[in-house]
């Protein structure tokens, strides 16, 4: 064993519980601080460890990260053989990583989006992809945005879709933000289908005659994730597609969370069968590392010289564990997966529905499951502190389960496992879902 290695395992084994200490009193609260109570320990597939040898499943994904499962062999191993090669290359520099990557990205892009961009981190994505938007729209000032939407936490992101007041509004640019198809809960009081896409035409309406000049684009989910994991009406889909079209804006997906199967399909863009002109993506093509960006359809401009360019934006590990990741789902079938499962845990779900009134609405699709919780099925009063709780208990019996919207303010839990997980694995967890659903309807 060499040094180093030796050096790693010893931190785990005989670390002090004064150095523990220690370090969480030096973590900055509301950054990467702690919000769990125990240390994460050791990780795989579905499943991670606890210091102290509690086995928990993964209901998360680590944030939605690891569509393939936690330290799955083949992006591992893929990932060690690189680090022979080289860890870390200037972005000017062409690598096999980088060109493979990007062969195989455009190949599985959906429609005419022929064209990738690289970064680490999901929200400087939405940043490339807005400022993309701006090269080829110059001289508009507006973005459209949906209420409960969420694309991140820099300053434009979190400007742009952050659902609450905070300090950081107003310091990036115009935006207008317009009530989305929440079929759920109508901010228009209408019933779909019978309301004939309302939503769709008072977005018309609003841009029409509320904005100043044509806007840039519309920036929006197709799935609402962490505003409360919120799909809407198929026909929503080509509607909106549509109107971007007649107001000469573009359209732009964040398919970060929905993004490498985990509705089922490859991209929502192939499930719903429309193509924006900007797809983001990130999270778990990485399979546990960084990496994200963006496809861009054919005929836009690109980026002048240094618009979006960063030091680690061309990361061969990170680019070696996308190849790898795209492998294993292809070879095996990750995505057939997704959706048996998907299905199973629908009507699991959907069956407990039935029998309590906590349960308001179950949404999908795939292994994006969404459960909102409400005290009362009539007046659909929302049970955010159940909800908080739902959490919590499912904790302490061995199932993490999810949490929307934004810092512990909603009333929906998630379901959003890696893509792997086996129908034992979904029995343990429909089982703790309905033992702490029964706790709560007390």
Not at 235 to 264: N, S
């Amino acid at each position: 064993m060499s040094e180093g290695a030796s050096w790693v395992h010893e931190m785990y084994r005989n670390t002090k519980p004064e150095d523990i200490e220690a370090g969480r009193k030096a973590q900055m609260s509301g950054s990467v601080g702690s919000g769990l109570p125990k240390i994460y320990a050791k990780a795989r597939g579905c499943k991670f460890w606890t210091d102290d040898g509690k086995e928990y499943i993964d209901c998360t994904s680590q944030a939605w990260s690891l569509g393939v499962g936690a330290c799955h062999p083949g992006v591992m191993e893929a990932v060690k053989a690189q680090m022979e090669y080289f860890t870390h290359v200037r972005t000017n520099f062409d690598t096999l990583p980088k060109l493979l990557l990007s062969k195989k990205l455009v190949e599985i892009a959906p429609g005419d989006l022929n064209t990738v961009t690289y970064c680490l981190h999901g929200s400087v994505a939405v940043e490339g992809a807005m400022k993309l938007a701006i090269r080829n729209k110059p001289g508009r000032k507006y973005f459209i945005t949906l209420w409960d939407g969420y694309s991140g936490r820099t300053f434009a992101g979190i400007d742009i879709t952050y659902p609450h007041p905070t300090p950081f509004l107003d310091y990036t640019g115009h935006k207008v933000r317009l009530p989305q198809a929440y079929c759920y809960r109508c901010y228009y009081d209408q019933k779909y289908p019978q309301c004939n896409l309302f939503c769709v035409k008072m977005m018309d309406r609003f841009i029409t005659n509320a904005v100043d000049g044509k806007p840039i684009a519309l920036l929006m989910e197709p799935i609402q994730a962490s505003g409360g994991m919120i799909p809407f009406p198929l026909p929503y889909y080509k509607a909106v597609r549509e109107l971007c079209d007649k107001h000469d804006m573009l359209l732009i997906w964040d398919e970060i969370q929905t993004g490498f199967g985990r509705v089922g399909e490859m991209f929502c863009a192939d499930l719903y069968g429309v193509v924006p002109d900007i797809l983001i993506w990130g999270k778990s093509i990485g399979g546990g590392f960084p990496l994200a960006g963006s496809f861009q359809r054919a005929g836009l401009r690109g980026f002048e010289p240094g618009d979006h360019s960063y030091t680690f934006g061309h990361f061969p590990l990170s680019m070696v564990a996308g190849l790898a990741t795209l492998k294993v789902m292809e070879e095996e079938h990750h995505l057939e997966n997704c959706r048996k499962m998907g299905a199973y845990f629908t009507e699991r779900l959907r069956e407990l529905q039935n029998k309590y009134e906590l349960i308001g609405d179950v949404r999908g699709p795939g292994l994006m499951l969404g459960i909102e919780l409400v005290r009362n099925r009539e007046t659909k009063e929302p049970a955010n502190a159940e909800a908080y709780r739902f959490v919590d208990e499912g904790f302490k019996r061995g199932v993490l389960f999810g949490h929307a919207k934004y810092a512990g303010m909603g009333n929906v839990v998630k379901i959003k496992p890696p893509l792997i997980i086996s129908e034992a694995e979904a029995d343990r967890v429909m089982q703790v879902f309905e033992e702490v659903t029964q706790l709560l309807s007390k």
